[in-house]
């Protein structure tokens, strides 16, 4: 089951990924929510839309947007609605 780990730290494990160019996109209810915290950094993507992101806080370690989602999509990415993925050093491990 893939699970995204940084800093020794399972963020998120689910058998429900969407893989999209290369990423695993978690559903939102598999992520560790205490990790998480709300960035005010915004980017676009053509086709998917709008991505907000997530500062992961492991053991007092700053991860500044290693995570980002798609609140709303565009209608070819509905799959990825919601769903979280990383970069910026978090592992995907299956």
Same mark, same amino acid.
């Given at each position: 089951? $893939?699970?995204?780990?940084?800093?020794? +730290?399972?963020?998120?494990?689910?058998?429900?990924?969407?893989?999209?160019? &290369?990423?695993?996109? #978690? $559903?939102?209810?598999?992520?560790?929510?205490?990790? #998480?915290?709300?960035?005010? +950094?915004?980017? +676009?993507? $053509?086709?998917?839309?709008?991505?907000?992101?997530?500062?992961?806080?492991?053991? &007092?370690?700053?991860?500044?947007?290693?995570?980002?989602?798609?609140?709303?999509?565009?209608?070819?990415?509905?799959?990825?609605? &919601?769903?979280?993925? #990383?970069?910026? &050093?978090?592992?995907?491990?299956?």
């Amino acid at each position: 089951m $893939p699970k995204a780990i940084w800093n020794n +730290t399972v963020l998120a494990e689910s058998d429900r990924t969407e893989v999209v160019e &290369g990423n695993h996109y #978690f $559903p939102a209810d598999s992520i560790n929510s205490q990790y #998480f915290q709300d960035s005010s +950094t915004h980017t +676009t993507c $053509p086709w998917k839309g709008q991505a907000s992101y997530y500062t992961i806080v492991v053991e &007092g370690k700053e991860n500044k947007d290693a995570a980002w989602y798609y609140p709303q999509t565009k209608e070819k990415a509905k799959n990825i609605e &919601g769903y979280v993925a #990383f970069w910026k &050093g978090v592992t995907v491990e299956s």
